[in-house]
């Protein structure tokens, strides 16, 4: 299987500041379609997972323009831009490559300084 | 508005099996797969197994195979998922996941239940 490495596992950030998070996977996400196969989702405290990035930079509907995805091949990024209160809680990377074989990072949790 | 509403939590014995549903709503059920995925307390997601509804095929994580169980109720846009042999590790909130996919083109996992509790205590 496909291990999905996150760093950092904590991040604390100050509200209006930028916030990233990388994602790494021990194998390239890029399909011979051209697509990398990489979906980004939020967990609020006590709420289910919410889908934010799919194909590693597309965001989902309704998901705000201050969340980007990037990267490519073993090396992805999220990025925050003019960080919330409301953005606190854990971000995943999960690969999608290996369909009916998913894996998530081991999650890196958003806390508002 | 599309949703998937989970049955209510459970609390099972060592060695008991549990059966999780996960009805859909808005949207033409046999059109997108169905994910299960699991979440210890304190833990991070894990991946368990997938059903078509359309076909009912399955494919399950290779740690929960023989003890997982995926299946699905086209006349009332259900789908289910038992585990057998519950131990106290499988004590986790367990969600379903509409895999999303639009013209042939994946577009992730876009709808969540809201989670089922799942204990599992002598």
Partial sequence: DIVMTQSPLSLPVTPGES??????????????????????????????????????????????????????GTDFTLKISRVEAGDVGIYYCMQG??????????????EIE | QVQLVQSGAEVKEPGASVKVSCEASGYTFRSYDINW????????????GSINPYRGDTDYAQRFQGRVTMTRDTSISTVYME????????????YCARESWNNGRYCGMDVWGQGTTVTVSS
């Fill in chain 2, 83 to 94: 585990l057998s042999s519950l131990r106290s590790e499988d004590t986790a909130v367990y």
């Fill in chain 1, 97 to 110: 490559l290996q369909t009916r074989r998913y894996t998530f990072g081991q999650g890196t949790k958003l």
């Fill in chain 1, 19 to 72: 916030a990233s998070i990388s994602c790494r996977s021990t194998q390239s996400l890029l399909h011979g379609n051209g697509n990398n196969y990489l979906d980004w989702y939020l967990q609020k405290p006590g709420k289910s997972p919410q889908l934010l990035i799919y194909l590693g930079s597309n965001r989902a509907s309704g998901v705000p323009d201050r969340f980007s995805g990037s990267g490519s």
């Fill in chain 2, 37 to 48: 995925v699991r979440q210890a307390t304190g833990q991070g997601l894990e991946w368990m």
